[in-house]
């Protein structure tokens, strides 16, 4: 999460509660709820490493509230994530484990194995097509986050559909 | 137990091309029952297409039997199956088969009164299934006019004009961007809520998603026929496992 809270404070200094609202707007749905420890938690490490910087803001009837802001280091930090390309998604490694090392130990035949993860996976994109229904039509990168698992699903059973074929 | 919607027995079809004889179906036992939707997987080749196409009477079977509602149906000539077809079965097609010279209205409507409805039922089905695909301001227009994603979905309300036993389709949404999948999607959902038995052969897993039952071919022969269960984790209209998030 570090990231995405040193973008948002590149836009404009904020408090903790504050960057915990604009995650959830912006993300709506389709994005765990970040919970407020974990953010005032990785803030506190940003000002560590020296990428945020925090004053006391004074608040009448109320304790201070700490509002941070984003560095020239910090800046740099953020041009470097942006500048270089992701990672790509790998291979459920987990269940080709499973698919290759189960039937040389004899304990799962692997049709059975193929067909029981085809039918979770089709479980899952029924919870997807349901979460998408849910969510507001104008929330965008809702949509695509939701999209692009139902993208990356399709391809997982593609290659479970591979795999079945290879076994014949 | 119930009559069901649609049931084969050992059901067999083999292509003869070149002299040799290449098995596409090798022995299918599949029931649906009334009112169940069911998807059918599987890699291109295994026979799903055949299979669906011989439900529809649109390919004769080799061997074995294909039971509508209790009767025989597999031994109906061409003209007899035409009937059946126009009393009980929806078909949407992978290539939509739309009537050239015909508007999208005609075309929907067309099934309906050929199927006995009158005029006016015919016209207000036809006007609720296109505003259900966001078509109702194509309806004037010639199919040709359409684009794929749009004839496809004429394809859909014009299966679904008679409302038909059973809706029977081969690959319905192939040329569909995603927002066009989405209305599709909710049709289907909708119809199979008041009671429309579907089989669909689909490569979507979106589609295939909504199904009761997920029946899996491989080389011509069922490997797979069970229900979908429901994950452990429901999305709350929260978050799902869309994104996992990194500390």
Redesign the interface.
Known sequence: ??LQLLALLSKEPAHGYELKQALEQI?G??????NIG?IYV?LGRLEKDGLVRSVDVEQSNRPNKKVYYCTAEGREALDEWVDSATEGPRVRDEFFMKLVLAPMTGIADR?TLI?RQ?????????????????TDQDNRPAHL??????LH??AD?DWL??C??DL? | MNTPAMHTVNLVKIYQTGGLPVPAVRGIDLRVERGEFVAIMGPSGSGKSTLIHMLGGLDTRTSGEIWVEGKRADTLNESAWAILRRQKIGFVFQFFNLVDNMTVADNVELPALLGGASPKHARERREYLLCELNLTDKADAAPAQLSGGEQQRVALARALANQPQVLLADEPTGNLDSRNTRDVLRLLGEVHRQGQTIVMVTHDARVAGLADRVVTLLDGQIIDDGAIAPTRRRPKGGAGDVVELRG
């Open positions: 999460m570090r993300f749905t389709a994005y765990p709820s970040p974990q990785t049709m067909n085809r039918r979770h996976y089709l479980a899952i994109m029924r919870d997807l097509v349901e979460l998408a229904q849910q986050l939701i999209e692009g698992a139902m699903l399709q059973l559909e591979r079945q074929e014949l």
